[in-house]
């Protein structure tokens, strides 16, 4: 799991550091950075995937634009440098340095550094090269197993004694390396899987849509071929977890995943309890968005096909504020089964409500603007109980101001 994350020069970020959990909220005001934020995260995912590129940062919900808008444009702030994201997990951390260029088609570039200082660029060779650079003894060292190197590649394939000298001379380093390489591969492979997502109601109404990354796009596409695929499974274990969640509105019965043949699209029939017997199911283009964005949620969070680090950004869009503080509990029990990182970024304080701050894999973060304009992070601890006094709801304490992340402006 994703224990620290550090981001310089990104958008409105000058330089925030964040102390993540399993299930971690963000609130502040509009504009304070939130979005941003997840996006630099995302931003350091394609670096460790090897695709930084624009089509994949959209595909994962960053939003793209003119390299001078990517870069921190804060007053003071250097143009030049490039974004820097350190992520860390446990004792293994990488430092993402990456650049756009300013000509009329940017290219992304990236250098990768372990907390050992080893380069684990794109280019394997090169890294390999850095890595025997920083084994050596001494220079005469360097310089000899480099020339051993050289021979190799510029004579005959028949030196055989060469090969064999340099593969012994090789043979610490390349396994030092491979070692490495390999570590941060599986180490940091929930970060390459990183995607923010935000759902919309158009994506969620059109059901049969497909999107870009399989089994959801950002805007929540895919959503019915992953409930048929709920369906198949022998013990529909996933699809009555989705169902037994949805219960959290009083009107939901259950639903059927109707499979569709040649000439007929799948559909899913909905059961509203209240409902005459005989016209008790309708299909989902009846049914209202926020039952939509529910049957999203727990599928991304209930599904092993589903990435286990991840954001969701405005989770409390379209829904009842008590049914935030109720979502908020579920989503968290579900993210410590399904062994689920996630980050939610929200505008209610409701959601608020179903966090338990006690418990060390949930936490709070309230986003504001520094004295620069810069975006600032805030962790909230758990809040003094004063004696005497009724212990403030968290909601509470946000509206009273005593959490920060509200607008200043009136």
């Known amino acids: 799991m994703i224990k620290e994350i550090i981001i310089e020069n990104y958008k409105s970020i000058d330089k925030v550091k964040l102390d993540l959990g399993r299930f971690n909220v963000f609130i502040g005001e509009n504009g304070a950075g939130k979005s941003n934020i997840l996006e630099a995260i995302s931003l350091a995912g394609a670096a460790q995937a090897r695709k930084l590129d624009n089509e994949f940062l959209t595909s994962r919900g960053v939003r793209v634009t003119d390299p ?83 021979n190799i590649v510029s004579e005959p394939a028949s030196q055989s004694k060469k090969k064999k000298k340099l593969s012994i001379e090789l043979k610490e380093p390349l396994g030092l390396f491979k070692e490495r390489l390999e570590r941060h591969k599986n180490t940091f492979r929930s970060l390459a899987d990183f995607i923010v997502y935000s759902p919309e109601n158009t994506a969620l109404r059109t059901f049969e849509k497909e ?50 043949g040649v000439n007929l699209p799948s559909k899913v029939e909905i059961c509203d309890r209240w409902l005459d017997e005989d016209l008790n199911y309708f299909d989902q283009k009846s049914a209202n968005e926020g039952f939509l964005f529910l049957v999203f949620y727990f599928s991304l969070f209930s599904s092993e096909l589903t990435p286990s680090f991840f954001a969701v950004d405005n989770i409390d869009a379209s829904l009842n504020p008590k049914l935030c503080e ?52 805030r962790r909230i601890e758990v809040p003094e109980i004063i004696n005497g006094h009724r212990p403030l709801r968290l909601s509470e304490a946000f509206i009273r101001g005593s959490l920060g992340g509200l607008p200043k402006g009136f």
């Open 68 to 150: 001078k808008w990517m870069r921190c444009a804060i007053k003071g702030a250097s143009r030049k440098k490039p974004i820097e994201i350190t992520v860390k997990e446990d004792v293994d951390e990488l430092t993402y340095k990456i650049g756009l260029d300013d000509g009329p088609y940017p290219k992304w570039s990236c250098e990768v550094k372990d907390n050992v200082n080893v380069r684990l660029g794109s280019n394997d060779i090169g890294s390999f090269l850095d890595l025997i650079r920083d084994s050596a003894k001494d220079e005469a060292d360097l310089k000899k197993v480099l020339s051993s190197l050289f």
């Open 211 to 260: 999107g870009q990354i399989e089994p959801l796009g950002v805007n929540g596409e895919g959503i019915l071929k992953l409930l048929t695929v709920f369906d198949r499974e022998e013990t529909k274990v996933t699809l009555n977890k989705v169902k037994d969640s949805l219960r959290l509105l009083g009107w939901f019965s259950d639903f059927n995943v109707v499979h569709g």
């Open 326 to 377: 109720h979502l908020t509990v579920r989503l968290s029990e579900l993210a410590v089964e399904h062994n689920k990182q996630v980050i939610l970024t929200t505008h209610n304080p409701s959601v608020l409500d179903g966090l338990d701050l006690s418990d060390p894999d949930q936490r709070l973060f309230t986003i504001g603007r520094g004295a620069k304009g810069q975006t600032r992070v």
